[in-house]
């Protein structure tokens, strides 16, 4: 006998469906599957077997073969066992194929027939949505982050015995429903406080302005003096995640298995990966392929400690993912394309020792050891960055005083408003959330500059030897500085104060 049974699959972050084909014919016991099933798909049969034993149902004495369709995709990971379980006692008439029909399943099994969370369980939801099936039986665990779909009903099960019994109708499962409109919003007090930084007054204004505008941001400066403090205060600054937002960041962490049967993800990603990350784990890759570190800060932050210390062909394979807002891996089993939008926020010392130009003498690097250590972060990666920060040491009597500096939520104010005003100003344009994004039209179009201003570009371009890439970079910075101000238009002021981002570039 023959049963087909609904399923899904991942490539990349974009899920596919999978057919579950299950046949039982004469002939000695077997249990094959085919369809390129890798080896954790393999290892499903005494999985499946076992699960089924043990929860009351007997394995048919008969050949069994499953075909996993399309058969010219390869299939890893767990979650075709319930499908396959499903499709076996289908197959044997122990559950009807009518029940079967317009039902898809997923869910790893356990030895005792338990259901266990299995990742990317929203991209598969949504696929089978579109599909036009009408429910969908995950683990109860995965429920909700499934129900995060929408317009399909989804069963969570915690044994397959539930399921079987579900699906025959002795004693049918709840569904579970969510609205993602209803998800709470980051809390005031949510992460580390701004006001704990002593001192810092340029570099708080940088990464306001950074967070205001989406801008890339580079801090340098010696051990101590407060990068990290500021780098992990900038999430807290960020406006919260919006639906949209929030869905593409719980679809990515969810493809990474890092929801651990988690809902809606609502606070903006914050990625810290240590310096001695491989090329895979930050841009991604694997087998299976996975999101990187850059797509796991989609929509949230990037933060790099000590950034020359980081492998160099790590670093300038980021150039194009914070140019386009995505990274494309071609591998031989296919093309996989990450959403990876993150705010990059790098720090790093100014000579290996770390006291180079602080107005001490404890400085013991030579001018080429010096030099050899800033050249391993790139000119190219640099000049990408659209703000350069000095943080110097905080002088003693400064730390000594413990005034109360601005708290995070009123820095948070005014950087909602002026995100604000880059939501109303991009609303009706794809692809652009803040005026980082901005392209060359949108620069013409809201960055119109007065003869003078253009005169104050062109000199400065001329004794800096600003790239045209710098150029635009310096008008985006000024855009997101007028907003700050809630002015409509750039004036002198805005521009020097972008410019003079830029310079630290020229000597870190």
Known sequence: ML?????????????????????????????????????????????????????????????????????????????????????????????????????????????????????????????????????????????????????????????????????????????????PRAFPSVSPGFGPDLADVQGQAVAKRAIEVSAAGSHNLLMVGPPGSGKTMLARRIAGILPPLDLSEAMEVTAVHSVAGLLHGGGLRTSRP??????????????????????????????????????????????EVLRQPMEEGAVTLSRAQGSFRFPSRFLLIAAMNPCPCGHHGDGSDRCVCDPHAVSRYRGRVSGPLIDRIDIRVEVPAVPVEALGSFGRAEPTEVVRSRVARARQRQADRFRSVHQVFANAHMGHLELRHHCRLSPSIAGLLRRAASRTGLSARGFDRVLRVSRTIADLGGEVAIREEHVAEALQYRAVGRTA
């Open 3 to 179: 049963s087909h049974v609904h399923t899904g699959a991942v490539l990349g972050i974009d899920a596919f469906a999978v057919r579950v084909e299950v046949n039982l014919a004469r002939g000695l016991p077997s249990f094959t599957v085919v369809g390129l099933a890798q080896g954790s798909v393999r290892e499903g049969r005494e999985r499946v077997s076992t699960a089924l034993h043990n929860s009351g149902f007997d394995l048919p004495l008969k050949r069994i073969t499953v075909n996993l369709a399309p058969a010219d995709v390869r299939k890893e990971g767990t979650a075709f066992d319930l499908a396959i379980a499903v499709g076996i006692l289908g197959a044997a008439d122990t559950v009807g194929l009518d029940a079967l029909a317009g039902v898809a399943f997923l869910g790893e099994l356990g030895l005792d027939g338990s259901l266990r969370s299995v990742p990317a369980v929203l991209p598969v939801a949504s696929r089978c949505r579109d599909l036009g099936l009408s429910a969908l039986v995950v683990p109860a665990a995965n429920a909700e982050e499934a129900a995060l779909a929408g317009g399909i009903e989804v069963f969570g099960a915690r044994t397959l015995g539930q399921v079987v019994a579900h699906l025959c109708g002795r004693n049918p499962l709840s569904s579970t429903v969510v609205d």
């Open 270 to 315: 914050f990625r810290a990966p240590h310096h001695s990350v491989s090329y895979a784990g930050l841009i991604g890759g694997g087998a299976p392929v996975r999101p990187g570190e850059i797509s796991l800060a989609h929509n949230g932050v990037l933060f790099l400690d000590e950034l020359p210390e980081y492998r160099r062909n790590a670093l």
